[in-house]
Structures are given as structure tokens and as C-alpha cells.
């Protein structure tokens, strides 16, 4: 049963930006961390951003720290990730999650995620 839908993802120049959203379809956001993470070819899935239950504190990896912002409106049961000065090396597919327990901080480890939506495909060339 799909829980969520992640869209927005095309291709784009480096330089761009572009925003990527998670909307809950099943499943409610609030009060929830939740955090996007991203796989491109032949790697793993690395952790990109996260975003307390509050949405008073975000996360960042390093490689995105200063040109992404993670966001929640959990009126409209959605998390936004804005991605400016996009890079070759921001290409790949982007997935949000939920933590598994409430009031949560976001950015659990991999192995705790028991559901995963089927992404949206973000390609930037250089």
C-alpha cells in the first residue's frame, strides 16, 4: 500500500535549482521526523536531510549543507526538499522516510525503515 509519493525530481543544468516533494498518501506526517535521502548509480543510499517532528530542527549532510533546505507543512501532509546550485554529483534518485517512532529527530539508520516509496529521479548535468 503505497504511504507516500515523492515527486518533482526532472533534469536539470548544474547551477539550477529545483524543489522535490514527499506527500503522505496513507500515511500521516505530523509529528514525525522525516528525512530524504538519495542513491545514485551503483552507490548506496546516503542521507541527504532531516527535520524534527517540530520542524524546529534540521540536519544536513555535509555535501548539501548551505545550498539545501528541508521543510514540513503538515497541513498538506508534505515535505519539501529546495535544491539550489545543483551539482553533477546531486544526481540520483531521492527518497523521503518517516521515522518509525514519534517524535523523532529524523536521519535514523537505513535498516529502521521498513517502507520505501519509489522515489523521484533528479539528474543534473555539468
Known amino acids: 500500500q503505497v504511504q507516500w509519493v515523492e515527486s518533482g525530481g526532472r533534469s536539470v543544468q548544474a547551477g539550477e535549482s529545483l524543489n522535490v516533494s514527499c506527500t503522505g498518501v496513507?500515511?500521516?506526517?505530523?509529528?514525525?521526523?522525516m528525512t530524504w535521502f538519495r542513491q545514485a548509480p551503483e552507490k548506496e543510499r546516503e542521507f541527504v536531510a532531516a527535520?524534527?517532528?517540530?520542524?524546529?530542527?534540521?540536519y544536513y549532510a555535509d555535501s548539501v549543507e548551505g545550498r539545501f533546505a528541508i521543510s514540513r507543512d503538515d497541513a498538506k501532509n508534505t515535505v519539501l526538499l529546495q535544491m539550489n546550485s545543483l551539482q553533477a554529483e546531486d544526481t540520483g534518485t531521492y527518497y523521503c522516510?518517516?521515522?518509525?517512532?514519534?517524535?523523532?529527530?529524523?536521519?535514523?539508520?537505513?535498516?529502521?525503515?521498513?517502507?520505501w516509496g519509489q522515489g523521484t529521479q533528479v539528474t543534473v548535468s555539468s
Open positions: 496513507g500515511r500521516r506526517f505530523s509529528g514525525y521526523g
Open positions: 527535520i524534527s517532528w517540530s520542524g524546529t530542527s534540521k
Open positions: 522516510n518517516i521515522d518509525p517512532v514519534s517524535y523523532g529527530m529524523g536521519q535514523r539508520p537505513l535498516d529502521e525503515y521498513a517502507y
